[in-house]
């Protein structure tokens, strides 16, 4: 009786641990799919204009302190470079991975900066 009872309920807490660990591994493949298709095709990247809208610091007790940018394509965290180099209403580039969904860098023509982004 004390037996089956530990061994259902020990069922009970596995089901859902293994479920899962099997959602966070595939997750992982994909990504990792994802990032070797990205290697093998040369890089290929898309160029992408954006306009920035504001401008914004937020500091940490626990962190150094992020740079972001909101543009017309979303939030960008970006190094503190090329946060003093812009200024609102500016334009940049933003080049990503093709395949990966990534923003990897971010180009300010007028001052001929390229930054490679933290993700």
Do not use: W
């Not at 966070?24 to 306009?51: C, D, G, I, P, W």
């Not at 909101?70 to 933003?94: A, F, M, Q």
């Amino acid at each position: 009786m004390c037996i089956t009872v530990f061994t259902t309920g020990l069922i009970i807490f596995t089901f859902p641990l293994g479920a899962y660990l099997i959602f966070k591994t595939y997750r992982l493949l994909r990504a990792l799919s994802e990032y070797n298709h990205f290697t093998k095709s040369l890089r290929a990247k898309s160029v992408t204009q954006v306009r920035i809208n504001d401008k914004i610091t937020e500091t940490s007790n626990r962190a150094k302190t992020k740079y972001c940018l909101i543009t017309s394509h979303g939030r960008l965290t970006v190094p503190d470079k090329l946060y003093e180099t812009v200024n609102k209403s500016d334009v940049i580039d933003l080049h990503r991975a093709a395949h990966v969904n990534i923003t990897y860098a971010a180009e300010h023509k007028p001052s001929r900066t390229l930054l490679y982004l933290e993700n």
